[in-house]
Nanobody, 119 residues
Framework: QVQLAESGGGLVQAGESLRLSCAAS????????MGWYRQAPGKQRELVAA???????NYADSVKGRFTISRDNAKNTVYLQMNSLKPEDTAVYYC?????????????WGQGTQVTVSS
């Protein structure tokens, strides 16, 4: 089994920064990507940013230029640096790990960390 431990959420004012971390542990195999999703009240969960094992990144349009995802493969840890935060970034942020083996895809999720941005 895979466990994802998230940290770094909190309450900040608009324009400030936060850095989220997610460390994976357990029976980790064939990680294809790690990333961050978020879910605001009354809205569907959406992709914020993802990074593949090869280092390719993908961002939601709403965070491009403000958020940066990075990864430490040796530590199985992914980071999300969030700058110039806006009230609309307020959500629960979930870490995701995507693994592939024998033609199957496996998704693992963290418990979520709250990010609140006040105006």
């Amino acid at each position: 089994q895979v466990q994802l431990a998230e940290s770094g959420g909190g309450l900040v004012q608009a324009g400030e920064s936060l850095r989220l971390s997610c460390a994976a542990s357990g029976r980790i195999f064939s990680i294809s990507a790690m990333g961050w999703y978020r879910q605001a009240p009354g809205k569907q969960r959406e992709l914020v940013a993802a990074i593949t094992s090869g280092g390719s990144t993908n961002y939601a349009d709403s965070v491009k230029g403000r958020f940066t995802i990075s990864r430490d493969n040796a530590k199985n840890t992914v980071y999300l640096q969030m700058n110039s935060l806006k009230p609309e970034d307020t959500a629960v942020y979930y870490c995701n790990l995507e693994a592939k083996a024998a033609g199957f895809r496996y998704d693992y999720w963290g418990q979520g960390t709250q990010v609140t941005v006040s105006s």
